[in-house]
């Protein structure tokens, strides 16, 4: 079993910037693909950045150049760099981890909400 534990997100004003944080624990293995999705209300779930196993990474096209996705210093954590925050950015982030299998885990979500 995997866990995720997310935590960063909050209230900004547009143009702001918030860093989101992902924790996997228990059966992990290190560098597995880690990425973020997000849904705003009456949406659905959509990708905003992923980071394959192999390093590659992936943006959503509205976040691009303004979100940054990496790895922590613990290979089992992610990152999510948030930059010129906007309100169309307002939904709860998810957190996703893949094992070795295919199989999908997912965090509890953190909300984020840009003021206009």
């Known amino acids: 079993q995997v866990q995720l534990v997310e935590s960063g997100g909050g209230l900004v004003q547009s143009g702001g910037s918030l860093g989101l944080s992902c924790a996997a624990s228990g059966s992990i293995s290190s560098n597995n693909a880690m990425g973020w999705y997000r849904q705003a209300p009456g949406k659905q779930r959509e990708l905003v950045a992923l980071?394959?196993?192999?390093?590659?990474?992936d943006y959503a096209d509205a976040v691009k150049g303004r979100f940054t996705i990496s790895r922590g210093d613990a290979k089992s954590t992610v990152l999510l760099q948030m930059n010129s925050l906007k309100p169309e950015d307002t939904a709860v982030y998810y957190c996703?981890?893949?094992?070795?299998?295919?199989?999908?885990?997912w965090g509890q979500g953190t909300q984020v909400t840009v003021s206009s």
């Open positions: 996703r981890y893949t094992d070795i299998w295919g199989r999908q885990y």
């Open positions: 980071i394959g196993s192999s390093g590659t990474i």
